[in-house]
């Protein structure tokens, strides 16, 4: 048996993920809603065929051979990780029923229509027969994965390899401690910024110009993606070559487009650059969902909310909007900036966001326990927020229907936000003491430069690594909260002090 052969029959399972991408990115942007239910069909029949090829005697036997201790040895590194992640991937696939695997698919496609729906109602009653289904295939499947210590772990896996529960609630503990008396201070002693300057009316063509400019100005390769509106942004990669971003345009807001298309612009940096050497290979994706958002959240927030990314971009902005041009770069900067805890998580600011994700995080590891039901999240959700960020939710659209993610059976998904926030604070410390003139670089428009570093240091490795391996290569320690916490009390001290 031949390792070309194991990468093969690899490559026929890539075709149809980078399909079953394509109708996923369809169903999102441009599919006519009375396609939606059979297109879930379309979309489950797709997964199948993936699950039984991922699950077959043809790889059984690749499994079982090129893991045995003497062939092993003998390939090379990158031959030796795609042979354990496919074996992972085998063994997790292979302990599901398929017609569950099919089944739970179709739920996640017809949820995710049936979600959009009950958004733009705000009505979570109409979501949760699906939700209920969705969540009670996870159930399963965790019985199927196994576990040590907790159930939700099992679901951890399948974003952040080898991070646990423990794990997670230790991170949270200390990070907790200290962001929330910082944000006490900071709402009972600073001065916050005014906000009024970014009021107005914003046509959409512009904003979609706006978006353009700054991706290319990131350094996006528009031929090798395009950006689309949906619901949800997102990013979507479908192979080499076909990386496409997703935003939301509000016509009272062009900060939330702006900031969500640097942000998928992120995640497409990341995939598009990957290897080439790896095109078709498993390692040909990131290393884990926190190291991907580690890349947008650079993005979004440690480049797109800085002065010296304002100082260059400003004018930019205001030849698109001229009535920004009565603004000052650094009253826009400081605006932008503006921290106070708010009801929507993805345009909430750099200091409470961490605070939106202990609450999905705790909500999904009760629920995944048994510890709450589908039916009480509304109210469990409301809770929390009022404990967590102080604040009211007057409806489902602006509480526990927010997010898209469980609506897709990505329970699990959510602490990948965080990490990314922790993960993103290290590299870019790391980044900053090897290119000292980091700073001027980015203010004269050269954001290239970082973008550079983090193909060199990040993107070309794809999975490769493990995200707590990548962690130490790159900045040569675990990770450690103290690197945010040290960011955004350093910047936000200057704003509001």
Request: hydrophobic fraction near 35%; charged fraction near 30%.
């Amino acid at each position: 048996m031949e390792i070309k052969e194991f990468y093969d029959y690899n490559k026929e399972i890539a075709k149809f993920k980078a399909a079953y991408a394509l109708v996923e990115w369809d169903m999102r942007t441009k599919m006519p809603p009375k396609a939606a239910m059979d297109r879930s069909e379309v979309a489950g029949k797709l997964a199948r065929t993936m699950f039984d090829m991922g699950t077959s005697p043809k790889m059984a036997a690749f499994v079982e051979y090129f893991n045995r201790p003497k062939v092993n040895e003998k390939l090379s590194e990158i031959d030796r990780r795609n042979v354990y992640l496919v074996t992972k991937e085998y063994r997790r696939i292979s302990a599901i029923p398929p017609d569950k695997f099919e089944k739970f698919t179709i739920a996640c496609s017809k949820g995710e229509n049936v979600w959009q729906e009950a958004k733009a109602e705000s009505n979570f009653s109409k979501f949760k027969p699906y939700l209920e289904e969705i969540v009670g295939y996870l159930k399963e499947f965790v019985e199927y994965y196994g576990y040590e210590e907790n159930k939700y772990d099992a679901l951890l896996e399948d974003y952040e390899p080898s991070m646990t529960t423990k794990d997670l609630n230790k991170i949270i503990a200390g990070l907790k401690a200290e962001l929330v008396p910082f944000i006490k201070d900071l709402n009972s002693k600073g001065k916050a910024p005014d906000t009024s300057i970014l009021s107005g009316n914003f046509d959409k063509s512009s904003q979609e110009k706006l978006s353009r400019e700054v991706l290319d100005a990131m350094g996006y390769d528009f031929k090798g993606g395009r950006i689309d509106e949906t619901v949800h942004p997102f990013t979507i990669g479908m192979g080499f070559g076909d990386v496409r971003i997703t935003t939301n345009y509000h016509l009272d807001d062009m900060t939330s487009a702006l900031f969500s298309t640097m942000h998928e612009g992120g995640h497409a940096l990341y995939e598009q650059g990957v290897s080439e050497a790896y095109k078709w290979m498993p390692i040909y994706s990131g290393a884990s969902m926190g190291i991907h958002e580690s890349q947008s959240r650079t993005w979004e927030n440690l480049v797109g909310r800085s002065q010296p990314f304002w100082n260059f971009f400003f004018p930019k902005l205001c030849d698109i909007f001229p009535q920004f041009k009565n603004v000052s770069s650094d009253e826009f900067y400081r605006a932008i900036n503006l921290t106070k805890p708010s009801l929507i998580r993805i345009e909430s600011d750099e200091v409470t966001y961490n605070l939106h994700i202990m609450v999905r995080f705790e909500i999904e590891e009760a629920l995944i326990n048994d510890r709450i039901k589908v039916a009480d999240l509304p109210d469990v959700w409301n809770e929390k927020m009022k404990a967590y960020l102080g604040i009211d939710v007057p409806d489902d659209a602006h509480g526990v229907l927010q997010d898209v993610h469980w609506s897709g059976g990505q329970l699990g998904y959510f602490p990948s936000y965080m990490l990314g926030n922790l993960y993103a604070s290290q590299f870019f410390f790391t980044a900053k003491k090897e290119i000292p003139n980091l700073d001027s670089e980015i203010a004269n428009g050269n954001l290239k430069v970082l973008r550079e570093w983090q193909r060199e240091k990040i993107h070309k490795f794809g999975a490769l690594y493990d995200p707590k391996d990548l962690l130490i290569k790159v900045t040569g320690e675990p990770l450690n909260h103290k690197f945010f916490m040290n960011y955004v009390r350093e910047k936000f001290s200057k704003i509001y002090f």
